[in-house]
């Protein structure tokens, strides 16, 4: 006969199995640290100017995953690093990057960079760009910090640049990727897709430009 602890202890591990095996959730992945970390945090440094940096440094590609962009000096130097041959790619959150909220997309179009908009998710809350993502000397910057000006000037953010560590940024483009191919690419602000309704439960930050 099973004792009740026993019992118990078998229910747990079939609950915790059955868990892991839920169709759809995906497994978290595990990637060797190695490489260097550089760090900001706002107000006190400038996220902003390590990012302008990197842009920069890049050689070959740059793609952007922002929730909302509206600081013109990211948008100039992504524009300038298309200018000068590399291939540069932005997706965005569709709600949060409309020409009413500030946002650098108009710029973005205008200056021919490929844009597409994020519209399946409640909120497309990351904040990423990769650096050369195919290349050995591929690069990640993402954490808490929007690529806006308050971002820079007010709140309390955070900015990793991670290198060295090419497995890690190709997990990164996978997700990238895979998050393009839903999206709804845009040719002008006429393709922008139509609101979503208020009512859908989207969260109420986005009043807030952050």
């Not at 107000?43 to 902003?48: A, G, N, R």
């Not at 130097?77 to 569709?94: F, M, N, Y």
């Not at 960079?113 to 497309?124: C, D, E, K, S």
């Not at 953010?157 to 895979?178: C, F, K, M, S």
Request: charged letters at 25%; glycine letters at 6%; hydrophobic letters at 45%.
């Amino acid at each position: 006969m099973i004792g009740r602890g026993a019992l118990a202890l078998l229910l747990a591990c079939a609950v915790a199995t059955a868990d892991a095996q839920t169709p759809g959730v995906e497994p978290t992945r595990t990637v060797a640290m190695h490489g260097t970390a550089e760090v900001a945090f706002a107000p006190w440094s400038d996220p902003e100017a390590l990012l302008l940096q990197a842009i920069d440094d890049a050689r070959d590609s740059i793609h952007v995953q922002a929730y909302l962009f509206t600081s013109k000096a990211l948008a100039r130097g992504l524009i300038a690093a298309r200018r000068r041959g590399l291939r540069v790619e932005v997706l965005l959150d569709a709600e949060m990057n409309r020409p009413g909220s500030l946002s650098v997309l108009p710029e973005l179009l205008e200056a021919g960079v490929p844009v597409a908009m994020l519209t399946r998710f409640n909120i497309a809350h990351n904040k990423v760009m990769l650096f050369d993502a195919d290349t050995p000397h591929a690069a990640l910057a993402t954490g808490s910090y929007n690529y806006t000006r308050s971002a820079r000037l007010s709140n309390a953010e955070n900015l990793l640049i991670l290198r060295g560590n090419p497995a890690l940024v190709r997990l990164y483009l996978d997700t990238w990727q895979r998050q393009r191919a839903e999206a709804v690419p845009l040719r002008s602000l006429d393709d922008l897709p139509a609101r979503k309704d208020k009512r859908d439960g989207r969260e109420s930050d986005r009043t807030t430009v952050d």
